[in-house]
């Protein structure tokens, strides 16, 4: 069921309904990467769309440009979404608005894969802003 509805989500999403289909938990990255590692999907005026791998973390920063949406596929996180923390696995979704400071911190033995959707598309080192992290990021 979590499939199917994944599958609408990113139809929908593209605005494309004759798309390849494309099995999200078959992607797997075949390259040695030290802990993020960024798989794009699809691209296009109104929305981009990537797996992500993250094996230890992802620093705090927020977007200027666009929201995402964050469904994950393998591993444990927390994931810092404002001023709250969150305790993410797989089938979760998380949607971080525009302008919403997040970070992530891996629990898992195993990396956090995840399909991320930013809409309006994103814009490389144009939407994305570093911000520091606070001194109890994380709670778990």
């Not at 499939?3 to 309904?17: D, H």
Request: glycine share 6%.
């Amino acid at each position: 069921m979590k499939t199917l509805i994944l599958s609408c989500f990113l139809l929908l999403m593209t605005g494309n309904l004759s798309q390849a289909q494309t099995n999200l938990y078959a992607i797997s990255t075949e390259q040695e990467y030290e802990n993020v590692q960024v798989t794009p999907l699809h691209t296009d005026t109104l929305v981009s769309s990537f797996v992500i791998w993250v094996k230890k973390d992802v620093a705090p920063h927020l977007h200027t440009g666009h929201t995402e949406h964050i469904v994950v596929l393998e591993g444990l996180a927390e994931v810092l979404l404002g001023n709250e923390t969150l305790l993410v696995g797989p089938g979760d979704l998380v949607v971080v608005p525009k302008g919403t400071r997040h970070a992530v911190k891996v629990l898992s033995p195993i990396p956090l894969k995840v399909l991320s959707i930013q809409a309006p598309k994103y814009r490389d080192g144009v939407h994305r802003t570093p911000q520091e992290a606070p001194a109890d990021i994380y709670t778990y």
